[in-house]
């Protein structure tokens, strides 16, 4: 079996720098797979369509084409809150799974989501959840939204953090949660470097790349 990294977690606990950079230095293509729910719940929005109504949410998520991920759109708070919805609806995510197994199994891949070591790929070789305190997440969002130059609140950004979890994690299909064998890495402390020195040394650990 090719080399599968599944890298899972809430919301801007670290995932996305992390699995980019396992990616890049082990040689593996990489998949944001939170883009496809931005990208289905865009879909939605731009046809009027309620992402929360799961017919049609789901007849969004079978269009959906590889050139939809490449949109400049599918980041800010409409699109979190679209891509919540629609990532509670089964279909949706049903939908979503040939996508990113067939994207996966050509050539292995590192995988950044929610459901990655659970529910899409439970045979991956290295399985991380990566996680940090909703107040270190909160902050690290907003210093984000504040460079690229949003003023925004911080006590509305850890709201709607809290929210989105919640509904990430309560959700019947798929909800958020760390897989039995995953290593639980809690980045509450670690900035970038030290998060992806643990990191790198468990997965070269077990799968045996260098
Ligand atoms: O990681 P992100 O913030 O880009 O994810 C956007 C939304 O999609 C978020 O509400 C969680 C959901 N999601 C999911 O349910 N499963 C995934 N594999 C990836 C994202």
């Not at 593996?28 to 369509?49: E, I, N, Q, S």
């Amino acid at each position: 079996m090719k080399t599968i990294i599944a890298i899972d977690g809430p919301a801007a606990a670290g995932k996305g720098t992390l699995a980019r950079r396992i990616a890049g230095v082990l040689g593996l293509p990489y998949l944001d797979t939170g883009l496809l729910y931005r990208a289905v719940g865009r879909r939605v929005l731009d046809a009027g369509g309620d992402p929360a109504n799961a017919e049609t949410a789901e007849a969004a998520a079978r269009a959906l084409r590889p050139q939809d991920l490449d949109r400049g759109d599918l980041r800010g708070p409409q699109a979190d809150a679209a891509a919540s919805a629609v990532a509670a609806v089964a279909g949706v995510r049903d939908a979503l799974l040939a996508f990113q197994r067939d994207f996966a199994t050509r050539n292995g891949a590192v995988l950044d989501g929610r459901d990655i070591g659970t529910v899409i790929f439970p045979e991956a070789q290295a399985k991380l959840f990566v996680t940090a305190r909703l107040a270190e997440r909160t902050h690290r969002r907003w210093l984000e939204l504040q460079a690229k130059g949003e003023d925004v609140d911080i006590a509305a950004v850890e709201d709607d953090m809290r929210r989105r979890d919640e509904k990430d994690s309560a959700r019947d299909a798929a909800p958020l949660r760390a897989a039995e064998d995953a290593f639980i890495l809690d980045t509450s402390t670690l900035d970038a470097d030290a998060t992806f020195r643990v990191a790198i040394g468990f997965v070269r650990a077990r799968t045996g790349l260098s």
